[in-house]
Each structure stands twice: as C-alpha cells, then as structure tokens.
C-alpha cells in the first residue's frame, strides 16, 4: 500500500511542479544555519521562487495565523539549479535543498558566507558556526516541547497548537532560554537544535528564537517533501539519532549536553546515542511533559543512569551549577 501511495503522491507533485514552473521563474535561496566539521565549513540552503512573508503580529487573529502557517508549506522549490560560494558548486535537488562543503575556516564563531545562484550577481549571506579550541561542551536540544510548547505527544493539541498561533504568540520555555544560554557561555560552547519539524517551519522557528532570546545555533529539521526514492520523510527516531550522531562526528572532541522531554521516545533515543558514542555524553535532562512518563521512558530512563550519566528529569530545568556538580562529582 505505501509504494502505491508513494507512487501516486510522487507523480500529483510533479503534475504541480510543472504547473507551477510555467507561472513563476524567480529563483532565491533561503539559508540555514551552517557548521564546521574538522575538515570543511557546511553550508545549507534552499532554492524556492519566494520567501516567507512578514514577521507576525500578536493580535492577529486564528483564522489569520491559520493561512499564515498553511503559506509555509506551500513552498515552490526549484531543483537542478546551480549555486556557488568561494569557487565551490553545488546544485539544488528535487526538493531545492543544496549543500556546500567548503574550507573550515581558522577564526571561530559565527561567520556570513555570500551564495551566489549560478547567473545572478545578488547573493544570499548564509550563516555557519565554528566551534573555537576553547569550547568546553556542544548542547543539542530538542525543539518541541523541551523549548517551545506544542504538546507534541498529543497530535490534535499539537495541530491545533501549530496551525492557529503565530511566531509572535507561541511560549517559549523561560527556563530553557535561561539553562541554554547559561550552557552556551556567551557562544562559547556551541548549541545545536534538532527536531521532527520539517524545514518549511525554519524561518517559523528562528523568528520565535530571536523574539525570545534563545542562544543561536544551527537547526536539523527534516524534509517533507517527496522524490523517486522517498516518500514523504525518514522517522522520527531515525532522523534525531542520525542528526546527533552527525554533529558528535563533526566535532570528535567534545561532549554533549541533550536536552529533550518524556513525550517523543527522546529518553530512548538519547539512550541508543549514549551506545554508539561511550563517553561522549556528559549529561540528559528531560523535561517531564503533561502526560508524565510511560514505563519504556523510564526503562530507558534507568538504562541510561546505569551507564554512568547523569540524568536530570521534572517539570523545569536545572540550574547549571546542578548539571557541573553532578558532571564532575
């Protein structure tokens, strides 16, 4: 049944692709939020004939900020198009998606690369972090739930949650902005955030961590959309694990503070990173979500105390002194 559906929504979308190739030729990039690795400088982007609109207002009203989300995926990627930066190519996919591996840079922190589309002179900045020889720590957090409130164990709260709020209403966690900030050491130590959103929500999300004042830091959402080979997206599960244990790749010599919470088998999946990396975790803090904790939660709750982590579950977030303390005791 799901390769007949695969099949079928795969040819609807390139019947619209089409149509909606012949309406529209403009081509600009939106930039995420790049990384370092020990060898290169990633640099990620996506091609699509216009951007998301203007920044939200507090008292727009449901029925506004409904069609305002439904706008965000309704996207019009363009693939096979060629961009550039500091002499290297790339070309954007079915779903417009480019990726850039360029030289790593010597200076740390933040740095603004031009990415030009092949024929055009107007450039993108697109942002990436390098880590400094003087970060102590990586944090990787959760979205959902750990920073921002969706009720993501529930799917019609969540629905709800998403469709009718804007960037300008949603509730931000303020002891999440409070502990990542304190964690980040004024950008010192890099923080990363991977979630199950898919990238539509990117410039959504961005827009509510600088309203906020969440630490900044690359985001690893997932792809909704469809090609050839793929329907629809990779797991829930699968994407977080893979996106963390990429990010342990690219940065061997540090340890990594997760944060997540008790409603998406973040516990379980933290537990199987904790596996595959020995030694690399130095902390899991969970905050405890409305439903409380199932008994596969706990299980792999107690597992990953058994291996030596601590691991910090409840209502709120620590401070950080609890986090040092427990770290280094």
Request: hydrophobic share 40%.
């Amino acid at each position: 049944m799901k390769p007949l559906a695969h099949a079928i929504a795969w040819r609807l979308e390139r019947v619209a692709d089409r149509f909606k190739r012949s309406k529209s030729r403009a081509r600009v990039i939106e930039g995420y939020a790049g990384y370092a690795t020990c060898e290169h400088l990633v640099l990620r982007g996506r091609v699509l004939t216009s951007l998301a609109g203007s920044p939200a207002q507090r008292r727009a009203g449901r029925l506004r900020n409904f069609f305002g989300m439904v706008s965000l995926f309704l996207t019009d990627e363009v693939a096979h198009v060629r961009v550039h930066a500091q002499g290297v190519e790339a070309v954007s996919d079915e779903e417009g998606y480019f990726t850039l591996l360029l030289t790593r840079p010597e200076t740390a922190g933040w740095t603004d690369i031009p990415v030009h589309i092949e024929g055009s002179e107007d450039a993108t900045l697109c942002p990436a972090y390098v880590a400094g020889e003087d970060a102590e720590m990586m944090i990787i957090s959760d979205i959902d739930d750990t920073i921002l409130e969706t009720g993501a164990y529930s799917l019609l709260r969540n629905l709800w949650t998403s469709l009718t709020g804007n960037a300008a209403t949603r509730h931000i966690y303020p002891d999440a902005v409070r502990l990542i900030s304190e964690l980040a050491a004024g950008g010192a130590n890099p923080v990363f955030y991977v979630s199950s959103s898919p990238w539509n929500l990117h410039s959504f999300l961005s827009e509510i961590f600088e309203r906020n004042g969440m630490a900044r830091g690359p985001m690893f959402l997932r792809d909704l959309g469809l090609s050839r080979t793929k329907f629809i997206t990779d797991g829930h599960g699968s994407h977080k694990g893979g996106s963390i244990d990429l990010l342990l790749r690219a940065h061997p010599g540090l340890r990594v503070i997760l944060l997540g919470d008790t409603g998406q088998e973040d516990a379980k999946i933290y537990g199987e990173v904790a596996k595959t990396h020995p030694g690399r975790i130095a902390a899991v803090v969970l905050r405890e979500t409305a439903d409380g904790v199932d008994q596969t939660d706990q299980a792999a709750i107690d597992l990953i105390k058994a291996s030596g982590i601590p691991v910090f579950r409840g209502k709120t977030f620590p401070e950080r002194r609890d986090i040092d303390k427990a770290i280094e005791g």
